[in-house]
């Protein structure tokens, strides 16, 4: 069995402009999906919406660092053929687990904050911060391979059962 460093949080809060790919946006229904490496979690499904609001946490678990990044796809659901593929973006969770094993930060304070650029698919500023007592990361990802397109997530960081964080291990 696997030793696991503790749980990923992700709060997977809204779709923004999501692009419009049937001609009756009314028949839109989209949901993401999240996987690191086999591990896949699933939104639900919001019915007739281009800006849906999902406010649901989803949880990985992360036994070792990763070095492979954590994929998040937008799908509409369809009921009679194969769900469409409405984009996807990619985010390194390695930076946020870096602050993770920080100690004496002052609360509510961004303790680093990623920019976007050609590497990334932030769509804006990212912070990462120390709020009620958890490192947290709020980012907005571009949707790539699709002509618009963004999705909001909150991360937290859930301790394993190791103990304290420093025990992680994380360089």
């Known amino acids: 069995m696997e030793h696991i460093l503790g749980l990923l949080r992700i709060r997977v809060i809204r779709g923004i402009n999501l692009a419009k790919r049937s001609r009756d946006f009314r028949s839109s229904n989209p949901y993401v999906i999240i996987r690191l490496g086999k591990q896949k979690v699933k939104t639900r499904v919001v019915k007739s919406n281009v ?3 999902w406010n649901e946490e989803l949880t990985l678990s992360i036994a070792d660092v990763p070095n492979i990044p954590i994929i998040l796809r937008v799908y509409d659901r369809h009921s009679f053929t194969r769900d469409d593929e409405w984009g996807e973006a990619e985010f390194d969770i390695r930076p946020f687990l870096d602050e993770v ?3 004496n930060v002052i609360e ?4 680093k904050t990623m ?3 050609r590497d990334n698919c932030l769509a804006e500023e990212s912070y990462i911060a120390w709020e009620n007592g ?3 990361q709020h980012m907005i990802l571009r949707l790539k ?3 618009c397109g963004e999705v909001e997530l909150k991360l937290h960081w859930i ?4 103990g304290s964080t420093n025990d992680f291990g994380i360089k």
Request: hydrophobic letters at 25%; aromatic letters at 0%.
């Open 134 to 136: 958890q490192v947290v």
């Open 101 to 103: 094993v920080k100690e």
């Open 51 to 53: 800006n849906p609001e």
């Open 115 to 117: 920019k976007p650029n």
């Open 145 to 147: 391979n699709v002509e």
């Open 108 to 111: 509510g304070t961004a303790i």
């Open 159 to 162: 301790e394993g059962s190791h």
